[in-house]
């Protein structure tokens, strides 16, 4: 009998994450603030929904990440869901560049945290559970604030940036 452990010692980690990006999500960049008032932002593209009663989202961040303790003090986030006209504004917070903020367009939320203007959506949320769940740790925020507009959103898959085309069809 397997257990976990000995049957994923045996994945080729880049086959894995081949296969893995063949599941299309979303672009975020999850921000918050951290202890000495500086604003944080991470792109990432591991958002989901858990539930609407109450409005609970998820994301997770990797635990070799600089930037958990700032998550992890502030217990507040916002998920900037990212519009087709914002990939730039993905690579920046996923670059190593110190202040991503400067010329970005945003207004403080609630409890001071950046909200990124020109978004498809965003989700100011209340940390309510944290997992530490292999590689990375696990945040689910209950919603407390949200805006959402008619932009479209920001796709990944493949390894490469895309966007949705409907695929509806009227009937005759």
């Known amino acids: 009998m397997y257990t976990n452990q000995t049957i994923t010692q045996y994945f080729d980690r880049t086959d894995l994450r081949k296969a893995l990006g063949s599941f299309g999500t979303g672009v975020t960049i999850v921000t918050t603030k951290a202890p000495d008032e500086r604003l944080i932002g991470v792109t990432g593209n591991s958002f989901s929904s858990v ?53 970005v367009n945003y207004r403080l939320g609630l409890e001071g945290l950046p909200v990124l203007e020109g978004c498809s959506a965003t989700f100011e949320c209340r940390t309510v559970q944290r997992h530490d769940v292999g590689d990375h740790i696990l945040f689910l925020g209950e919603i407390q604030a949200y805006h959402h507009q008619e932009e479209t959103a920001l796709l990944y898959v493949r390894g490469k940036y895309s966007h949705g085309a409907s695929l509806d069809r009227q009937t005759a």
């Open 51 to 103: 539930s609407l009663e109450p409005a609970i989202v998820l994301w997770r961040l990797q635990k070799a990440s600089p930037n958990l303790a700032a998550y992890d003090h502030c217990g507040r986030f916002v998920i900037n869901v990212l519009s087709l006209s914002q990939i730039e504004l993905s690579r920046l917070f996923s670059s190593p560049v110190a202040d991503k903020f400067n010329g």
